[in-house]
């Protein structure tokens, strides 16, 4: 047996001078080692070692921890699904892959779901002033500046360096306090729960209480409230973000001089999600830009895809989005393509939701179903919108991929870290919607 003991990541390269009819199953491997060269570009999170060798005419790598390989060094990083331990890499699989084991106790930041609490600091105010940018007058659109800024997230004692950004749309005109972005480069998540979390998404509070124009719930409730839309969306088995809650400290470090004046401290509720370049890396592929999306025209997502999307929308009692299934002006729906080039849509930002809200908007006639609640109209008006434009396969495809989990989203529900009314909110939201669902969307 030949072994090699290797300091953090080895990679296993198929020579495609070797013919695969060899009567040897490890002829064609070339081993190499990294050791000193590559250092630097290991997270210090890694286990000290990991272990390859032949047995049985087989290549084997024995590992602690998590096992994730590569394509390249510079990643993206994922782990190997259902392995056992030693794992048998098939040289069929891929001319050229690394791989290295992750230490089980440098977990994820969003590895738990219990509330994390962060303190962090930052020109806050003049970055919110700058996003803000005044008052639409209906002829001149205010100019929105959103640059990146630098800042420190303090976690569990420890601070590392972090770039900020505000964004949002329609949400820097109602929140004094807009949402946030977040980037940690790759040497300061070095052996942090970031290391797989190097751009995140920040929900806030939005404001102090009240409503906005278009009907935000303008304070820390609505954080909790959105994370379980998130959840309750993984449940259904969409493609969905990492989602934690979060209890964050901001502590602004803007000048006392500026018109509004900064050096503030506030403490407040918040989500923090995957953005969506996260989220592409994660299954190897990558995340479209904003423009890359205003330029779709064949994205071909599929019509039972996007008719399971709109009817979580129902559920979620969510009129701020826009699907299509060739990709033409989507609204709120990211989108990732895979290796292969297909376009897969990502649903988000449900701040304006009822769900999160409270406040239902209806398309429904007057005339329809007058004798039913609200919430309930609605879910079976748009029900029926959506079957009247699909097949009856597809409705009832979509259909048989709901009802089934009725009782896994109520447990979700009233398990879930939320306010008293909020989960009752959602508990309506649900039982409106598989009511609706049982009427068959007419």
């Known amino acids: 047996m030949l072994m090699k003991q290797i300091v953090g990541i080895i990679a296993l390269t198929w020579s495609m001078c070797q013919t695969r009819a060899s009567d040897d199953p490890t002829a064609g491997w070339i081993i190499p080692t990294f050791l000193a060269r590559h250092e630097s570009s290991l997270d210090r999170s890694l286990t000290p070692s990991v272990e390859i060798a032949t047995a049985g005419g087989t290549i084997q790598i024995a590992f602690g921890g998590t096992l994730e390989s590569a394509p390249g060094l510079d990643g993206p990083w994922n782990p190997e699904p259902e392995v056992t331990n030693p794992y048998r890499p098939d040289p069929a699989s891929a001319n050229q892959r690394f791989f290295r084991a992750r230490s089980s106790d440098s977990e994820s930041i969003f590895s738990s779901r219990s509330v994390v609490n962060w303190n962090v600091t930052g020109p806050w105010q003049t970055h919110f002033d700058l996003a803000f940018a005044g008052t639409p ?249 959506v079957r009247r434009n699909v097949t009856e396969k597809v409705f009832n495809s979509a259909r048989g991929r709901f009802e089934p989990q009725r009782s896994t989203i109520e447990e979700l529900v009233k398990n879930a870290v939320v306010d008293e009314v909020g989960r009752t909110n959602a508990l309506q939201h649900v039982s409106a919607f598989f009511g609706a669902l049982s009427k068959g969307g007419e």
């Not at 998130?230 to 470090?253: C, H, K, N, Q």
Request: proline share 6%; glycine share 8%.
């Open 137 to 385: 007058d209906g002829i001149f659109p205010p100019r929105r500046e959103k640059p990146y800024f630098d800042g420190s997230l303090t976690m569990n004692g420890t601070t590392i360096s972090v770039s900020w950004r505000v964004r949002g749309n329609s949400s820097l005109q109602e929140c004094p306090f807009p949402k946030l972005k977040l980037k940690i480069s790759r040497e300061a998540r070095e052996g942090t729960p970031f290391f797989d979390a190097r751009e995140i998404k920040v929900g806030t509070h939005c404001a102090e209480g009240g409503r906005g124009t278009i009907g935000r719930l303008r304070d820390e409730r609505a954080t909790y409230r959105e994370a379980l839309a998130y959840e309750a969306m993984e449940s259904f088995g969409f493609l969905t973000p990492r989602v934690r809650r979060a209890r964050i400290e901001f502590r602004d470090t803007s000048p006392m001089t500026s018109p509004n004046p900064g050096g503030w401290v506030i403490t407040r509720n918040a989500v923090i999600l995957d953005d969506p370049e996260v989220i592409g890396e994660r299954l190897g592929g990558r995340a479209l830009t904003d423009d890359e999306i205003a330029a779709l025209q064949e994205a071909n997502f599929g019509e039972q895809l996007i008719t399971e999307l709109k009817f979580f929308h129902i559920l979620l009692g969510n009129w701020d989005y826009t699907l299509s299934l060739d990709g033409r002006g989507l609204w709120n729906t990211d989108v990732v393509q895979l290796a292969d080039g297909k376009y897969v849509p990502v649903a988000g930002d449900f701040d304006l939701s009822s769900w999160v809200t409270e406040k239902v908007l209806s398309n429904a006639p007057r005339d329809y179903h007058p004798e039913l609640p609200e919430l309930d109209r609605r879910a079976r008006f748009e029900l029926s919108e």
